[in-house]
């Protein structure tokens, strides 16, 4: 499909972020620029047998259903905020394979989430979860700890895959497990009343020392100011988390860069033409 204004403002987009940044940075794609067709294809992949999505309706199995896009125009707070799920497909996340890039300005592939969507996947309540809720031992002979995510659609289990791969790597990767910052934690993200994917237990902290995390480098003074980009886990790492379902904070403007969670939706989502 040939859309060429829209691909001149992307192309100017990128030229524009590599000019500002003088490194590599992603395109913002502000526009709305999802691919219809594409982005239900890959949430019913991602979550086979759970929901049907029919026009604009997603409807559940217990039949309770869910607007698709409600065409309400978002500013890159708003999306935060009260995204529909549409909206969730706003950025495409760029896989390891396309290397070390540097987010631009409120790219942000997979912050944005229906609150609603993920409590019906996971549970809408900290006790709802937690019946789903796992131990995990992680890195057993090197860290000897114990996590907690979810059962559900095998997350406890590709976790244990990870800790497996991680520490038969060599000692400068697997350094990157030790420590974990953990798992199941019901909360709300910092500064926001919105809650974290650890509330649902699908989403995995490693280790805190090689953390970099937006909220602290922002400038307190002035929060229009340009977050400066900050990361030291190794694509190595990020790759094995995404081979297992799991998208990297690493790859969003507002960066945590220790922080993993299960969306198969965004692995999966590429837009056609
Ligand atoms: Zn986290």
Redesign the pocket.
């Known amino acids: 499909m040939i859309d060429h204004p829209r691909r001149l403002l992307l192309q100017l987009a990128i030229v524009l972020a590599i000019c500002g940044t003088g490194r590599l940075a992603y395109a913002t794609d502000a526009g709305d620029g999802v691919d219809q067709p594409a982005a239900k294809a890959a949430l019913l992949k991602a979550y086979p047998g759970l929901f049907t999505i029919s026009g604009n309706v997603l409807t559940w199995a217990d039949g309770t259903t869910m607007v698709w896009d409600d065409g309400k125009a978002r500013d890159a707070e708003a999306l935060l905020e009260s995204p529909d799920i549409e909206d969730m497909f706003r950025y495409v996340y760029p896989t390891a394979a396309e290397g070390a890039l540097v987010p631009a300005e409120d790219f942000d592939p997979g912050r944005i989430r229906n609150e609603a969507f993920f409590e019906k996947l996971y549970g809408k309540s900290a006790a709802d979860v937690g019946k789903h809720i796992a131990n995990v031992k992680w890195l057993p002979k090197l860290g000897k700890k114990t996590v907690q995510v979810t059962k559900v659609f095998g997350i406890n289990d590709r976790l244990g895959k990870i800790s497996d791969v991680l520490e038969a790597m060599p000692a400068e990767l697997s350094r990157y497990g030790l420590k974990p910052?953990g798992g199941f934690v019901w909360r709300p993200i910092a500064g926001t009343n919105r809650l974290?994917v650890?509330s649902f237990g699908a989403?995995f902290?490693i280790n805190v020392g090689f953390s970099d995390y937006w909220y602290n480098n922002r400038n307190k003074t002035n929060p229009k100011t340009h977050i400066p980009f900050k990361n030291r886990i190794p694509l190595k790492i990020v790759e094995l988390f995404e081979k297992n379902g799991f998208i990297w904070?690493g790859r969003w403007y507002h960066y945590?860069t220790?922080?993993f969670e299960y969306r198969p939706e965004l692995l999966l989502y590429k837009k056609s033409g």
């Open positions: 910052g974290s650890h989403a902290d904070g945590d220790m922080h």
